[in-house]
């Protein structure tokens, strides 16, 4: 099955700096990406995905890019805010067929801390 | 607030016993997830049920079931519970459950604490 590697497992930067996460994912068939941003004891809340037919996508702060032949994307969030501050998680689902329907499979997440 | 409602938010129970989690998706979605967050664990998705129908199974426990019923609610249900089973469970709903393309929208979560 599919296998979803992330780095770091935390962040620390000050406001203003620019962070950036890394996912690594094992299925070739996965074709779209969603990161979550998960703030202690709430709902993970997608913040951003992008599927396999594009390279990169932006909205605002947050861009995702997406290398489908070295098979990882990258979370990338500039000017940096304090309320930036909580769990980052990336994901992967593999293509239909089979019993992967829409299963997503998580990452580590990355703890990422903005200092004022 | 994404739309997706699970009941109770929190839940204290013993070891041995059993207990029933509810999730209502968002109006118009078919599919719903389970995911369970331990410390441990991280996200690990459960199932998912499409229409009624079960979709996809990932690491559930034999003691773990779940359905969706006509109107599209799903219950988890969880017995012969043991400590390890502490954690968050989180129920997401998407519009369709073919393709895995579409983006699935969390419920706030039950934390359930075995003691």
């Known amino acids: 099955g599919e296998n979803v590697e992330q780095h770091p497992s935390t962040l620390s930067v000050q406001e203003g700096d620019s962070a950036v996460i890394k996912c690594t994912y094992s299925?070739?068939?996965?074709?779209?990406f969603p990161w979550y941003k998960q703030e202690l004891g709430k709902r993970p809340q997608l913040i951003i995905d992008i599927r396999s037919n594009v390279g990169e996508k932006k909205d605002q702060r947050i861009a995702v890019t997406l290398n489908k032949t070295a098979k990882h994307f990258s979370l990338h969030i500039t000017e940096t805010q304090p309320e930036d501050s909580a769990v980052y998680f990336c994901a992967a689902t593999p293509n239909a067929g089979g019993t992967s329907y829409g299963k997503l499979t998580f990452g580590q997440g990355t703890i990422l801390t903005v200092h004022p | 607030d994404s739309g997706v409602t699970q009941t109770p938010k929190h839940l204290i129970t013993a070891t041995g016993q059993r207990v029933t989690l509810r999730c209502s998706p968002r109006?118009?979605?078919?599919?719903v997830y389970w995911y369970q967050q331990s410390l441990d664990q991280g996200l690990q998705f459960l199932i998912q049920y499409y229409n009624g129908e079960e979709r996809a199974k990932g690491n559930i426990l034999e003691r773990f079931s779940a359905q969706q019923f006509p109107d599209l609610h799903s219950e988890l249900n969880l017995s012969s519970l043991e400590l390890g089973d502490s954690a968050l469970y989180f129920c997401?709903?998407?519009?369709?459950?073919?393709?895995?393309?579409?983006?699935?929208?969390f419920g706030p979560g039950t934390r359930l604490t075995v003691l």
């Open positions: 299925d070739s068939a996965s074709n779209y």
């Open positions: 997401a709903s998407s519009v369709e459950g073919l393709g895995g393309n579409n983006e699935q929208f």
């Open positions: 109006s118009g979605d078919l599919s």
